[in-house]
């Protein structure tokens, strides 16, 4: 997902440039996997996990399909946290490109205010699809980029040191807002907030302040999306997600705003070095939060241990991508995750939109026996991929002809 960008007379040395930079393949490619990875969920891993309880590999692949109940951080839990560092990593490049066109301030920040608008109202009719009236919910991915990117699009205009310092207050003011917030006491109804009652994830201690659904940002969800029409008053999420996660989800996005500035400030040259640095120094400070109960690292709050804990593993990503297609040149490879990475939004849409139709339409013209040939344990496998190859057949398709959905 590209970036908007900002005033030229404002604008950092890092950002400004007479000429716009040339597309960087390592991020499309990036942005491809992450995309990948979301499509793949088709594939239904764990559901064949869960009919082979005894196989270590399709218990393996099942633990990375799918979220972690809590604390800690399978592959799939990587995936917002990468998307969102991503739109951070495109600011810089967006920056540029505008200001090679001559675009002004006024222009340019209407325009982020215009795409932010439209990733919130896109992610709230998303999550409506199933619904019988609107769902209004701001956690999902696009909504928690959408409220944070007009902050994102302002802070480019800093130089470095003020983004570093706007990071730590984001980070350090949020993590005090939930250390204030009292934790809930003994004898506190967990299921009355839709926690099960042999829920094994709680914590003791000052890292009780954030569990599930008794927490600051629960309590601000129970008062806040009560003022949105429902079918029924909101009590808390199932799956634990809040609408204040926003907040440090902009910090991976600020993260991912300095890998930007690196790139294309070193370009040609990769700053590999400081990626690595970055990379490592994040997920050591996150897990140092971990273990001394300081801030557990849990994505579904995403608490700002889980923030420096994944923004370092989607730098090390990024390091690595890059110095094998920028630095060692192998960049075939990677042709089928540029397709899908070039068309983010498409793809995001494509996977949300036209999987029933698409698994239906297989049913009724090959009938079920096909996806049965290796037995019904692996129907679901032999389908998904059917539907995933069918969405790649559609990107390409729109890659060959030009087609690329931008907001």
Not at 87 to 92: D, K, M
Not at 100 to 108: D, H, L, P, T, Y
Request: include cysteine; hydrophobic fraction near 50%.
């Amino acid at each position: 997902m590209q970036s908007a960008a900002q005033s030229p007379t404002t604008a950092p040395e890092p950002v400004r440039g007479p000429l716009p930079a040339p597309r960087n393949a390592a991020l499309d490619a990036y942005r491809g996997l992450v995309m990948l990875l979301m499509m793949a969920e088709v594939l239904q891993l764990a559901r064949i996990g869960r009919a082979l309880p005894d196989s270590a590999l399709w218990g393996f692949l099942a633990y990375h399909q799918s979220h972690v109940d809590w604390a800690g951080c399978s592959l799939h839990d990587l995936i917002q946290p990468s998307f969102s560092f991503l739109v951070g990593v495109a600011v810089p490049y967006s920056v540029a490109s505008r200001l090679a066109r001559g675009a002004s301030f006024g222009k340019m920040f209407g325009h982020a205010l215009w795409r932010a608008l439209v990733l919130v109202a896109l992610g709230i009719f998303l999550r409506s699809t199933h619904s019988p009236r609107t769902n209004f919910t701001f956690e999902d991915t696009l909504t928690q980029i959408g409220l944070g990117y007009p902050f994102l699009f302002l802070l480019a205009f800093c130089r470095p040191r003020r983004q570093w310092l706007a990071l730590g207050l984001i980070l350090a003011g949020y993590w005090l807002a939930w250390a204030l917030y009292p934790a809930a006491q003994p004898g506190f109804d967990y299921q009355a907030v839709g926690v099960p009652a042999d829920w094994p994830h709680h914590y003791s201690g000052f890292a009780a302040h954030w569990n599930k659904n008794s927490n600051l940002g629960a309590a601000f969800d129970q008062w806040f999306l009560n003022l949105f029409p429902r079918t029924k008053p909101f009590i808390a999420n199932s799956g634990g997600y809040l609408t204040l996660s926003f907040i440090p989800t902009l910090g991976t996005m600020i993260l991912g705003l300095a890998a930007g500035r690196w790139l294309r400030a070193a370009a040609p040259r990769l700053p590999l070095k400081r990626l690595l640095v970055a990379g490592v120094a994040g997920v050591a400070a996150g897990l140092l939060l971990d273990v001394t109960g300081i801030c557990p690292v849990v994505k579904r709050i995403w608490t700002p241990g889980w923030t420096l804990y994944s923004g370092g593993i989607c730098f090390l990503f990024l390091a690595a991508l890059s110095w094998l297609m920028d630095g060692m040149g192998y960049k075939k490879w990677a042709f089928p995750l540029v397709v899908i990475g070039m068309n983010s939004i498409a793809a995001y849409l494509i996977a949300h939109l036209f999987q029933d139709f698409i698994a239906s339409s297989f049913r009724i013209h090959l009938g079920r026996e096909v996806f049965q040939v290796f037995g019904p344990v692996f129907e679901p496998l032999l389908l998904g991929a059917a539907v995933l190859f069918t969405y790649w057949l559609i990107l390409l398709w729109m890659y060959r002809r030009k087609l690329f959905l931008r907001i």
